[in-house]
């Protein structure tokens, strides 16, 4: 093997890493490890700076290894994998050191210690790297077809969007009929145009659309597979029926908190927004004296979220009854108001106009409701009012379907601790999930109003779209190879395999098991349990991992 | 006792990808603070530990190893960390076996959205390990002591003995082995610690071997076990062709291990 020459670049992150702890005395220490050729310190690694700093040690340094300690693999690697292969160097000749994440950001007010921390996970990070091997990239064939799960707003854009560019859309809806939240809604801010002028002519053009097939009163069974061909299987009308997909876009959606037991909640004289909405399509609000409480189990200790919703639409809702009866008098209790933007905000100062009130209340000292009247400190004022009225609404949050925890099983991926889905970065991926080939967008994974939601179905069904044109994806070659000498053909890694990737068949030498790469996950169990230690997981095998160890123990 | 109050563990993390290593990064990005004493390998799964990698650790003198996976029925490999559990049961039982405290070994689980568990979990552990004191404070031993029975534990966890038992017990325990025999957990762990210290034993003989050639009653006396004992695990090495009689001591035979060409041959 030639000799390994490998680059370290360390970056500062503006101040995140250099704030911390020390990047140049940990760039020359860098220098001093085995192997290494060449280190410098970056303000910031992915600038473009930074790249074209990675592409110049390679080719002045001639490096066949190149080493980036910055932030957490879990969002650049792929970046600087790509400026790798660009300057000529096989990607998986790449190793990412974390030392923002997992040292600086965490060891704040411990400069040395965390100092020292990064570059003990550097001679780590060049010990393994000094193992690495290039790998050829795996391609897969995608499945030209995408699988939305919910039939709401954000189901019906995406389903729309992905057909329209030519291919198959399956989507799946729980309930009989399509349209989700926006069925039960009245009006829309900020524009007062009607919920169903918005959902009606999407069904519609859902349910007459070719290339979409509708599944109501239908559910997710089972998922298997990987990115580019998932095995989805369908529950409906007690029949089962198994879906070949490439892609897989989750927008569930939310539902209204019923405030069981909140402000005398009685579905009657105290209603949330969702009953106001239906009252007021029906024409059946006869009301003059509105008070209407928000963050009604919201922004507590059990539910520390904001929906973002609710504000605008009690707003919008005091609108419309004070159209509707001028003489109404309306109050909003709040806490805080969330009317970002510049026509919300408008929207607000229209609405206090029109007269409607707004009192301030503390989650210390939150208002009671009693039979006729509803008594509220106004933080303000600085003393407590007592509001005659004919009706209460509540504005409350939307939570997470209870079904989404075993939804998220099936389709292994996360849920924040709201329980709502976890999207792969809050920032750079906040439509797709870690796992490859499957997406979210509207409330599946925040509280968002109909105008976030149809720009993120649209976004979602872009990031999807990637995929299905392309009609290959890249296999990372992580994946597991088996030494066939050493192999006996034992069968427990076929055993274990939770893809069936690897399995074993008849050779010369007799029965040895073989990796079938395009499935291959890279988990490694097949390589921890073999008793021949016969297979190697490639990028994560035993000599790497047992050079990180010593590297790490040294000192 | 100054000593013990200063201190600083070293630990060696493993995180899987996917949760417990995300996890980690949302205690950064969080900017949960805590000690800087736990250093982490990442890797694609829980259930890609071997035994071997935790042995790895304590020969390197770390002072306690730490596997964090997604929760039960999170896995992103669906059973990844189910096998981690099996793994890392073994694994303990070789500290066991090494008379190493197993409560510097942790299995744990950390989700993704969890940074505050993840903070929680390496706070709890640090502290942990730094009331057991350095490797071998807790165990009373010195570390080249510990060192010798590691480097067996490490052996015998490469070893294709244990291997077998330790790779099999998922289909042990629910499908059952050819005979449709199930297991519990009870009993392969009885049948796991019987190979352990068996497979322990040997690679110790072995060791003490490669130093110079002994007699039963030596090795035994070294590895405190009963000479018979020590006389069966010999002759099987024998009948292996593996060691050799080299010499007579008196009438003590003296064993050797044997020397690669004479294998050739």
Not at chain 1, 59 to 82: D, G, M, Q, Y
Not at chain 1, 376 to 393: A, F, K, P, Q, S
Not at chain 2, 147 to 158: D, H, N, S
Not at chain 2, 248 to 261: K, Q
């Amino acid at each position: 093997m030639s000799e390994v020459r490998i680059g370290v670049f360390v970056c500062h992150c503006g101040s995140n890493i250099g704030g911390w702890l020390d990047v140049p005395e940990v760039a020359e220490y860098a220098r001093s490890l085995p192997n290494v050729v060449f280190a410098q310190d970056n303000l910031y690694t992915c600038s473009e700076a930074g790249l074209s700093q990675i592409k110049n040690g390679i080719k002045e340094h001639n490096l066949n290894r190149v080493i980036v300690a910055s932030c957490t693999p879990r969002t650049h690697e792929p970046l600087f994998k790509r400026v790798c292969q660009e300057s000529g160097l096989n990607p998986s000749l790449f190793e990412f050191v974390n030392i923002r994440e997992q040292c600086s950001w965490v060891h704040m007010q411990q400069r040395e210690a965390a100092t020292q921390k990064a570059k003990d996970l550097i001679r780590a990070g060049a010990a393994k790297a000094s193992l690495l091997e290039p790998q050829e990239d795996i391609y897969v064939d995608v499945e030209p077809r995408a699988l939305i799960i919910g039939g709401g707003i954000a189901g019906l854009t995406t389903a729309l969007t992905i057909a329209n560019v030519g291919f198959d859309v399956k989507l799946v809806e729980k309930e009989k009929e399509l349209g989700g939240l926006l069925r039960h809604l009245y009006k829309l801010y900020p524009s007062n145009e009607e919920a169903a002028a918005v959902i009606t002519p999407r069904i519609e053009a859902v349910r007459n659309h070719p290339r979409i097939e509708v599944f109501n009163d239908s559910t997710v069974r089972d998922v298997r597979g990987f990115v580019g061909n998932y095995d989805v299987i369908i529950a409906s009308d007690g029949k089962e029926e198994t879906i070949k997909t490439g892609v897989i876009i989750v927008a569930t959606g939310a539902e209204e908190l019923k405030p069981q037991g909140l402000y005398s909640y009685d579905g009657q004289k105290v209603i949330t927004q969702m009953e106001l909405e239906q009252l007021l399509a029906d024409g059946n609000v006869s009301a003059t004296k509105v008070a209407m409480i928000l963050c009604a189990g919201a922004r507590i200790p059990e539910r520390t979220y904001c929906s973002r919703t609710c504000c605008m639409t009690a707003i919008k809702n005091a609108v419309l009854i004070k159209k509707q009866s001028p003489e109404a008098q309306v109050y909003i209790l709040y806490r805080d108001l969330q009317t970002y933007g510049t026509e919300y905000e408008e929207y607000l100062r229209m609405s206090k106009e029109m007269g409607i009130r707004y009192i301030k209340y503390s989650l210390s000292n939150p208002p009671t409701v009693s039979d006729g009247g509803v008594k509220v400190y106004h933080e303000l004022l600085g003393r407590e009012l007592n509001l005659e009225t004919d009706l209460v609404v509540l504005a409350t949050p939307l939570v997470p379907h209870s079904d989404a925890k075993e939804l998220a099983k099936k389709l292994k991926v996360p849920l924040e601790q709201n329980k709502f889905f976890l999207e792969a970065h809050v920032k750079l991926r906040p439509l797709d999930f870690a796992t490859d080939g499957i997406y979210l967008c509207g409330c599946a994974s925040w509280p968002t109003d109909v105008e976030q939601t149809i720009a993120q179905a649209l976004g979602a069904a872009s990031r999807a779209l990637i995929p299905l044109t392309k009609g290959q994806v890249k296999v990372e070659p992580i994946v597991s190879s088996v030494d066939q000498d050493k192999c006996i053909g034992c069968g427990i890694c076929e055993y274990l395999c939770p893809y069936k990737a690897i399995a074993v068949f008849p050779t010369d030498k007799g029965d040895r098991a073989s990796t079938i790469v395009a499935s291959c996950k890279g988990c490694g169990v097949c390589s921890s349990h073999c008793p021949m230690m016969a297979i190697t997981m490639q990028n994560f095998n035993d000599d790497q991992i047992t050079a990180q160890i010593a590297a790490l123990a040294a000192v | 006792m100054d000593n013990q109050n200063d201190f600083e563990p070293r630990i060696l993390g493993f995180c899987c990808n996917w949760c417990s290593y995300a996890g980690a990064d949302l205690a950064g990005v969080s900017r949960m603070q805590y000690r800087p004493n736990v250093r982490v390998i990442r890797v694609m799964c829980s259930g890609r530990i071997d035994p071997a990698f935790v042995i790895e650790g304590f020969l390197r003198r770390m002072d306690g190893v730490m596997v964090l996976g997604c929760h039960l029925g999170d896995c992103h490999y669906l059973t990844g960390n189910y096998e981690a559990i099996n793994m890392i049961n073994e694994a303990r039982k070789l500290l066991e076996y090494s008379g190493i405290n197993s409560g510097r070994l942790l299995l744990d689980w950390v989700s993704a959205s969890e940074g505050a568990r993840f903070s929680e979990v390496v706070t709890n552990f640090t502290e942990e390990i730094r009331a057991l004191g350095p490797l071998g404070a807790a165990e009373g031993r010195d570390f080249s002591e510990l060192e010798f029975k590691l480097r067996a534990a490490q052996a015998t966890a490469r070893g294709e003995k244990l291997r077998w038992v330790a790779a099999k017990q998922t289909e042990f325990m629910t499908e059952g082995n050819k005979y449709g025999e199930v297991f519990s957990r009870h009993e392969l762990n009885r049948m796991l610690e019987g190979v352990i210290a068996d497979e322990m034993a040997v690679n110790e003989i072995l060791l003490l071997m490669k130093e110079r050639p002994l007699s039963v009653k030596e090795m035994a006396a070294a590895i405190d076990l009963p000479p018979p004992r020590v006389l069966r695990y010999v002759s099987a090495l024998r009948k292996k062709g593996l060691v050799d009689l080299q010499s007579l001591d008196g009438n003590s035979p003296r064993y050797a291990i044997r020397v690669e060409e004479e294998v050739q041959q």
